[in-house]
Nanobody, 121 residues
């Protein structure tokens, strides 16, 4: 099994910055894509940013130029640097990865429990 633990959420004023971290642990042979999603109250979960094992990144339009995703493959950790936060960025942020637990196992998806980010106006 793979466990993902997020950290770094909190309360910040609009215009401020936060850095989220997500560490993967457990029986892991390899990790593929790592990503961040978010879910605001009453809304569906949406993709924020993703990064492949080779470092290719993808961002939702609403965070381009403000958020940066990065990863440390040796530490099995993904980061999300969030700058110029807006009240509409307020949500629970979830870490996601797909991974193999053995060399011949299927690539499966795993989720963290989430961390709250609140940007106050």
């Amino acid at each position: 099994q793979v466990q993902l633990v997020e950290s770094g959420g909190g309360l910040v004023q609009a215009g401020g910055s936060l850095r989220l971290s997500c560490a993967a642990s457990g029986s892991i042979f390899s990790i593929g894509t790592m990503a961040w999603y978010r879910q605001a109250p009453g809304k569906q979960r949406e993709s924020v940013a993703s990064i492949t094992s080779g470092g290719t990144t993808n961002y939702a339009d609403f965070v381009k130029g403000r958020f940066t995703i990065s990863r440390d493959n040796a530490e099995k950790t993904v980061y999300l640097q969030m700058n110029s936060l807006k009240p509409e960025d307020t949500a629970v942020y979830y870490c996601y990865c797909n991974a193999r637990v053995r060399y011949n196992s299927n690539l499966l998806g795993y989720w963290g429990l989430g961390t709250q980010v609140t940007a106050s106006s």
